[in-house]
DNA sequence: AGTCGTCAACTAACATGTTAGTTGGCATCT
DNA sequence: AGATGCCAACTAACATGTTAGTTGACGACT
C-alpha cells in the first residue's frame, strides 16, 4: 500500500487565523510541487491532515484559486493547476513591468543607505556562490529584487510582484541550478546595482530588462522534458 | 426612524456561483459609495439583505479584503477601507507600470485591426463629449485603456491592472467632471494613439505616462474637501 | 461489440449551529 | 467626580449538517 503521504507543514508552527495557515501551508506545498500540477485537492483529505474543519479550507482554496495556483471545477473537484507556457509568459511580462518600475524609481531617489544594503547582498550572493551555497543563493536572489521593490517606498508593490511571480515561481523548482548560471546572475545584479549607484534610471531599467529576461529561454525546453506538468491543449 | 436603506444590486441579475455574486454587488456597492469608507458592514444585515447565507457572504468578504476594499478588525467588525494618500500613490505606481508596459508591447506589434479599434475608441469619445454625456465618455474611456491591455496578448493584464486600481476607481467618483477636463483627456488618448499608430514604443510609453499623472494633482484637494472619506493618522 | 441512458458515489457549494474574542457600558471603588 | 474592573451583547471565526451538481461505471438496448 502506498500510503501516499503528502507532507503538508503543520500549521501549529505558523501565525495568524486559522484559514490564513491553512492558506499558507498548502501554498508551500504547491510551490514545493508536494502537490504536482494536474492533482486533486480532496477538502477532507486536507481536513483530516491539518485537524481543521472544512470553513478555513474552503477560504484558504478560494484564495488559491484567485491567484491561479489552482483550478476550482465547479461540483467537482479541485486540482493544482498545470503550467502554461502562456501564463508563464504572462507572469513574466507583469513582472517586468512591475520590477523595472521600482527600479527606475529607486535609481533616481535612492538613499545611501538602501544603496548600501543592496550592496552588502550582492557580497553575500558573491559570498555564498564561492561556497556552493545554492539554496541561500537562491534567497538572497528573492531578497535583492525584493528590497528593490521595498525602497520603492511602496510596500505593496512586492506583494503585488510576488502575487502575479506565483507561477514563475513554481516552475522555477524545475531548474537545476546549471554550472555558471548563478555567476552569470550576479553579474546581472551588479548591473543592476551599479545603475542604481549612479542614478542612471534608464540603465537601471534596461540592466533589469536584460536580467529578467534571462528567465524565459531557460523555460522553454521544460515544456518538453515535463510535458506531464504542462497544460495539453 | 432612518431605515438607512442601503441599496445592493439584486444577486439575481448576476451570473455565476452565490458567492461570486455577492461579491460582485458588494464590490459595486462599495466603488458606488453606497457603502461610504469607514462605514460597518455587518455581515447578517447583508445576509438577509440578499436573501442568502453567511457561508457567501464570508468568502465575498475575505476576497474584498484581500483586495483592500474592505478591513477586517479580527472578531469585532469590518469596516469598508478608507482612503490614503498613500495607498492611493501605490496605485498609481502599479497603474503606471503596468499600463505603460502594455502600451510600450502594443505600439511595437500592433495589428491594423487594433489600430483601428483604437481609433473607433477615441472617435467615440469626441462624439460623447461633444454630446456632453459625460457617463458613457467615461465607460469609453476605461474601454480605450483596457483595450491597449488586451492587445498585449495577454488577457490577465487587465484583470490585474483593474484589481490593482480599484481604490483609485472609487476616489474618482468623488471628482466631478471638471468643465474642459474631457477635452484635455481626449487630447492624450490622442497623443497615445498616435504614438501607436506610428509604432513608436517610446513615445507611446511617455504619452500613457503623462495622461495617467494628470489624475493625482486633481486627487490632492480632495484629502481636505473629504476629510471624513481619509484616513487619520 | 458499441452506444446510450441511468444511477450511485463523490464533490463543491450552501446553510446553519457553536465558539471565542472584542467592545462598550455600567457599577464599583478610590 | 474620575478611574478601573467587570459583564453582557455583539461579531467574526470555526465546526458541522444539508443540498445539488458532476462523474464515471454499469447495464440495457441497438
Excluded: W
Aim: hydrophobic share 45%.
Amino acid at each position: 500500500m502506498s500510503e501516499d503521504i503528502k507532507m503538508l507543514t503543520d500549521i501549529e508552527s505558523l501565525s495568524g487565523s486559522l484559514a490564513q495557515r491553512v492558506y499558507q501551508s498548502l501554498r508551500e506545498a504547491i510551490l514545493a510541487m508536494v502537490y504536482p500540477p494536474g492533482s486533486v485537492l480532496k477538502k477532507n483529505v486536507i481536513c483530516e491532515q491539518l485537524g481543521v474543519s472544512r470553513s478555513p479550507v474552503a477560504e484558504a482554496i478560494a484564495r488559491l484559486a484567485a491567484e491561479g495556483l489552482v483550478d476550482v471545477i465547479p461540483q467537482s473537484a479541485t486540482r493544482v493547476s498545470c503550467f502554461s507556457m502562456e501564463e508563464i509568459r504572462e507572469a513574466s511580462f507583469l513582472r517586468e513591468a512591475l520590477e523595472c518600475a521600482a527600479v527606475e524609481t529607486v535609481a533616481m531617489q535612492r538613499s545611501d543607505e538602501q544603496l548600501a544594503k543592496l550592496t552588502r547582498n550582492v557580497r553575500l550572493q558573491e559570498m555564498l556562490v564561492e561556497d556552493r551555497d545554492y539554496a541561500e543563493f537562491y534567497k538572497a536572489d528573492e531578497e535583492f529584487h525584493g528590497l528593490i521593490m521595498e525602497f520603492t517606498g511602496f510596500p505593496g508593490v512586492s506583494s503585488v510582484a510576488a502575487t502575479v511571480s506565483l507561477q514563475l515561481k513554481r516552475v522555477r523548482m524545475l531548474l537545476l541550478p546549471e554550472e555558471g548560471r548563478p555567476a552569470e546572475t550576479i553579474k546581472e545584479h551588479r548591473a543592476i546595482l551599479d545603475a542604481i549607484r549612479d542614478q542612471d534610471p534608464a540603465a537601471a531599467q534596461a540592466a533589469m530588462k536584460a536580467h529578467l529576461r534571462m528567465l524565459i529561454p531557460r523555460l522553454l525546453p521544460l515544456e518538453k522534458e515535463h510535458a506531464e506538468y504542462f497544460r495539453s491543449r
